[in-house]
């Protein structure tokens, strides 16, 4: 294909190529065509590319149109860090899905130290790890400012991992069959979760962090949970505008700490904060 001014292909999976290219161009859109594209396990170091920076965007025709299958095996699956530390802006990646069998993270924004963060960025991706022996699914480390609308699930470990997500906005679903579906812990604050579909699944929701405050929920739906639909485990206050508990939910809720409101439901209220000592 011909590339446009400002953008480059995909070409068979090689994220390395890809960012190099973009580079030499000063940053734009990396394309990833409709298909299902074949990639080697990857971390991309922004510090490798400053003609790029962060003037880039990943851009595909779908989640479920264009995807990128990471493969089978030890290890995490595709990673954007920077080991500069640098402050990073606008960063998008858009209409991709990502899929494997990785015993990692299948995909990671930013460093586990933090070292990075990445402002007012705008995701809209799926994940989707087979592996028993996941960490996870979707793993968003120093991300402050930014709308996420995602589709995440993951056979083991976390769905999606929010570690340090600040002040932003969250919609989709998660799903993690024998582990935690949604977990926000760190300075993971000042959220809304404008609505989020949690089902089939070993564990929902868990709050986890006494710096993991002042998130609200707009909207939270759980059916077919084998564990703990809502587990509060942080001092801090959050509140759900609206909870439905569908079907075949073990446990709607327990808090341990902190305090747990919930505006309209179709379940006692109380059953959110059921560990509490009354």
Known sequence: MTELSGVVALRDGDWHDAFRRLD????????????????????????????AGDSFAIRGGGMGTSVLDLGRGAGDGFSIVDSDGSDLFYVEITGVGFQGHRDGVLVRVGRDDFADAYNSCTLSLATNNGSPDATGACRLNHVLNTDHFGVHNTVGGTALDLRQFQFGGLRGSTSSRRGRSLRLSGYSMANVVEWLNVEACEDGVRLLGDDCGINRFGTLYGANVD????????????????????????????????????????????????????
Do not use: K, M, Q
């Open 24 to 51: 030499e161009r000063g940053g734009g859109v990396i394309w990833v065509p409709p298909g299902t594209h074949d990639c080697e396990p990857t971390t991309v170091d922004l510090a490798e590319y400053e003609g």
């Open 227 to 278: 564990g703990t639909l809502w587990r509060h485990d942080a001092t801090v206050t959050t509140h759900i505008d609206a909870a439905y508990v569908g079907d075949n939910v073990e446990t709607v809720g327990e808090t341990t700490a902190g305090e747990v409101s919930v505006g309209i439901t179709n379940v006692d209220a109380g059953a959110f904060r059921s560990a509490l000592p009354r």
